[in-house]
């Protein structure tokens, strides 16, 4: 069992990877090579989603490796299926968090589960310590499934590489989802699409304004960079309630910086937009890079906060998708 601090050493490893990779593509490839892909979703053997940081990451590592499937196995799952796993092969962090809860007075300890029964002013008897646990996981590429079960592996991996279109990034592209949401206003902002050069989120006026979509040469950056803006406006007080940062540059500013580049791509892959990091986006890089080498455990703050701005979208943009769906029955 790894302790946290080489558990986040590991993660931050894998982001800092794929961050210098990005700088060193020029901008030219996406953060996820996986868009266009139906339902090419990190998810166990047994078909359950990983969720948290461990889906982003998990994402990363089927991207930058090539993996023909999402699908990962625990050591103990390899044995039950009699496969093995390939010499050299190095595995990835799964964490989760566990809980303690402590009387406050006594010490008298209860499980999460009689504590999430209390009621409110109980719960203040009680102390609530958190921490992270951990295991690890191997993709299907990392064993010899595909020798063992080819027919299966065959039939998974047509599975998850079919795609909705093909999959050409530098012609005109449509996101019906996203094109849906503006035509009918249906974001929780107001969006503004106007022929100029500058695309923002005004925190002061909860609005998003960016260039019509004709302005971009390659047209999934226009959804890239909405996604972008729209990630911004998920940390207003009365949604997610992140800290943005008051100057530019500051280093709150700058993380959210990053959590809004980090989210666009991860959205981007599950909506098949080809989601390439901006040129402004590299700066902040450079700093997070920089930071993740020397406090590692700051990547679970930074995931924490990409993931619940991509479950806040997510929940919205499904919500509304089945909504409009109903009506048109």
């Known amino acids: 069992m790894k302790t946290n601090n080489q558990l986040a050493e590991r993660f931050a490893e894998i982001l800092i ?7 060193s593509e020029k901008w030219e490839k996406p953060w996820f ?36 499937t999402p699908l990962f196995l625990t050591f103990n799952q390899c044995r039950e299926l009699e496969i093995k796993i390939i ?14 809860v402590y009387h406050r007075e ?11 029964l209390l009621t409110e002013e109980e719960k203040k ?10 295991y690890n996981v191997f993709n299907l590429d990392q064993t010899n499934f595909a020798s063992i079960y080819e027919d299966e592996f065959n039939r998974l ?90 100057v530019f540059g500051d280093n709150e500013y700058a993380r959210e910086e990053v959590i809004a580049e980090l989210t ?17 986006s590299v700066t902040y890089l450079n700093g997070w890079i920089k930071i993740l080498k020397q406090s590692p455990d700051f990547i679970f703050s930074l995931l924490d906060d990409v993931v619940c701005a991509s479950n806040y979208m997510s929940e919205k943009i499904n919500s509304r998708m089945e909504i409009l769906e109903k009506v048109a029955q």
């Not at 139906?38 to 990363?60: D, V």
């Not at 010499?87 to 303690?100: H, M, Q």
């Not at 666009?264 to 402004?280: R, Y």
Request: with cysteine; charged share 25%.
């Open 17 to 23: 990877r794929k961050m210098e990779e990005m700088k």
């Open 157 to 246: 991996v047509d599975k998850f590489n079919a795609t909705e279109n093909e999959f050409i990034v530098d012609t005109i592209f449509n996101c019906p989802e996203l094109d849906r949401m503006i035509e009918d206003n249906s974001w929780v902002c107001d969006i503004i699409l106007k022929k100029q050069n500058r695309a923002y989120y005004s925190p002061s006026n909860d609005l998003i304004v960016c260039p019509v979509k004709n302005q971009f040469p390659n047209q999934h950056n226009f959804y890239s960079v909405l996604l972008h803006e729209m990630t911004h406006c998920t940390g207003k007080e009365e949604r997610l309630n992140r800290a943005m940062g008051k």
């Open 87 to 100: 010499k050299n092969e190095k595995s990835f962090p799964i964490y989760y968090k566990n809980f303690l």
């Open 33 to 68: 090579d996986v868009s266009g892909k139906i339902n090419f979703y990190p998810q166990n053997y047994t078909g359950r989603k990983y969720t948290s940081g461990n889906a982003f990451l998990l994402l990363l590592a089927c991207s930058w490796e090539g993996y023909r």
């Open 264 to 280: 666009a791509a991860f959205m981007g892959s599950q909506l098949g937009v080809f989601a390439q990091p901006s040129i402004e």
């Open 106 to 116: 006594n010490n008298k300890r209860i499980n999460i589960d009689d504590y999430n």
């Open 125 to 134: 008897n009680w102390r609530l310590i958190s921490y992270l646990k951990n």
